[in-house]
């Protein structure tokens, strides 16, 4: 029997909702990959009482507790987040801590995983499917969206992405993209998203994103993320100060 069990998990680019609007009878929908780093890294080990320590401990302590009430599992446990993917950078910080203590407690206990049940029971998922995905498997994703059954949204595409290419982060430290409250804030306070650019969106993701990784054509690959960046950018332009959330990296 493992007393210790140790998960790194990959951070997450989104590259785009699909669909905003939502009026098909699924919202948002989504494009994005996993990356090799940052990464997430817990460590979960049997223990004679519960100590969570390390970064986002608050968050994760709150997963574990819920997860084993959840699972009917009363032993203790010592919970240590070793590293942690910067949070509200857009690199999906929140569900794969979720998901990784979700997987380490299942793991320790010999219990069988169950990634999409454990996202939706720790509120993950709300809106892009890309962070539950990228945990299962790499790649560069489409999700379907989000339909009234309460279930992650569907995969229905993963295509390699191509190993010469690679993705370079620019991050700005002095502030945070909306998240929480505030993000959803934003969503209600804007107007709504035009068909015409959820059609224009999916044409891009079809039509550009999808054959240029099979060719691994990179400049009509990054012609086709831009596209989807602006037209998404220039709709929370009002909520967010511009099409950019950071005006020195947009510089």
């Known amino acids: 029997?493992?007393?210790?069990?140790?998960?790194?998990?990959?951070?997450?680019?989104h590259l785009g909702f699909l669909d905003l609007n939502g009026d098909t009878g699924r919202r948002f929908g989504s494009v994005g990959l996993p990356l090799?780093?940052?990464?997430?890294?817990?460590?979960?080990?049997r223990s004679s009482e519960t100590i969570v320590e390390g970064a986002e401990s608050r968050r994760a302590g709150e997963h574990l507790s819920t997860?084993?009430?959840h699972l009917g599992i009363r032993g203790q446990h010592r919970l240590v987040v070793e590293q942690s993917i910067p949070s509200h950078a857009g690199l999906g910080s929140g569900t794969q801590i979720a998901l990784a203590v979700a997987a380490a407690l299942r793991t320790l206990h010999k219990l069988p995983l169950d990634i999409g049940s454990d996202a939706t029971l720790l509120d993950r998922g709300g809106r892009s499917g890309i962070g539950?995905?990228?945990?299962?498997?790499?790649?560069v994703i489409v999700d379907a969206g989000k339909d009234d059954s309460g279930r992650p949204p569907p995969v229905v595409a993963r295509l390699p992405f191509p190993e010469e290419w690679r993705v370079i982060l620019i991050l700005d430290h002095s502030g945070h993209g909306l998240h929480g409250d505030a993000e959803i804030a934003a969503f209600r306070s804007l107007p709504p998203f035009?068909?015409?650019g959820s059609g224009e969106i999916c044409r891009r993701v079809l039509m550009g994103i999808m054959p240029a990784l099979v060719e691994h054509d990179l400049p009509a690959f990054g012609a086709a993320v831009t596209a989807i960046q602006m037209l998404i950018g220039t709709h929370f332009a009002p909520a967010q100060g511009g099409v950019f959330t950071s005006r020195r990296v947009e510089n």
């Open 36 to 45: 090799s780093e940052p990464e997430t890294i817990v460590t979960l080990s």
């Open 194 to 196: 035009p068909a015409s």
């Open 67 to 69: 997860l084993c009430s």
């Open 1 to 13: 029997m493992s007393n210790s069990v140790t998960l790194q998990v990959p951070a997450r680019l």
């Open 132 to 139: 539950i995905a990228s945990f299962e498997s790499g790649g």
